[in-house]
T-cell receptor
Framework: DADVTQTPRNRITKTGKRIMLECSQT?????MYWYRQDPGLGLRLIYYSFDVKDINKGEISDGYSVSRQAQAKFSLSLESAIPNQTALYFCATSPGGHDYEQYFGPGTRLTVT | AQKVTQAQTEISVVEKEDVTLDCVYETRDTTYYLFWYKQPPSGELVFLIRRNSFDEQNEISGRYSWNFQKSTSSFNFTITASQVVDSAVYFC???????????FGTGTRLQVFP
């Protein structure tokens, strides 16, 4: 089984709808992240969490909110989706410390019409 | 400011050719970390390598090799004897010491034709 899972994998929604993307991990990592990927722009950090009680904004948090329900679960919400939020969304985890890498989930492709 | 530049947007090669993907980074920090990730057509991001700024030793893993040169702020990735399965988008990324934010380049799409 995959260490980092994301649901749904694909979603089409309409402008103005609320949508939640979910991420679960079995790696036992404390830190979790949400990124979005747009063509030609690479990945950009939306939010990150050091633990259940510590959530931080990334570089593009406007229009998004997150919830860390447990060490293993980190959800991303779009309260009122808009078309320019159409993107590929990735969840990632890491053990923290200094010399470490982030492990990414399979991605969720979101289309807002 | 921190920045990662992958000037090659797309590279096409024929199978068995060697190919080098360039990565140039900008940072004023003395301690930082560099990464390469692979994104195959299926879309997931696969971690390939991590390097810290104090370790300039080149790395080889099978057909993959990485050349880290602080003097030119580059962390280039070479695939030897490329294969069709190497076709993917490759991202270089930078992380500052004591931060969690990964700064990604815009990626290089590699197409390997049979």
């Amino acid at each position: 089984d995959a260490d980092v899972t994301q649901t749904p994998r694909n979603r089409i929604t309409k402008t103005g709808k609320r949508i939640m993307l979910e991420c679960s991990q079995t790696k036992g990592h404390d830190r979790m992240y949400w990124y979005r990927q747009d063509p030609g722009l690479g990945l950009r950090l939306i939010y990150y969490s050091f633990d259940v009680k510590d959530i931080n904004k990334g570089e593009i948090s406007d229009g998004y909110s997150v919830s860390r329900q447990a060490q293993a679960k980190f959800s991303l919400s779009l309260e009122s989706a808009i078309p320019n939020q159409t993107a590929l969304y990735f969840c990632a985890t890491s053990p923290g410390g200094h010399d470490y890498e982030q492990y990414f989930g399979p991605g969720t492709r979101l289309t807002v019409t | 400011a921190q920045k990662v530049t992958q000037a090659q947007t797309e590279i096409s090669v024929v199978e068995k050719e060697d190919v080098t993907l360039d990565c140039v980074y900008e940072t004023r920090d003395t301690t930082y970390y560099l990464f390469w990730y692979k994104q195959p057509p299926s879309g997931e991001l696969v971690f390939l390598i991590r390097r810290n700024s104090f370790d300039e030793q080149n790395e080889i893993s099978g057909r993959y090799s990485w050349n880290f040169q602080k003097s030119t702020s580059s962390f280039n990735f070479t695939i030897t004897a490329s294969q069709v399965v190497d076709s993917a988008v490759y991202f270089c990324a930078l992380r500052r010491f004591n931060t969690d934010k990964l700064i990604f380049g815009t990626g290089t799409r590699l197409q390997v034709f049979p």
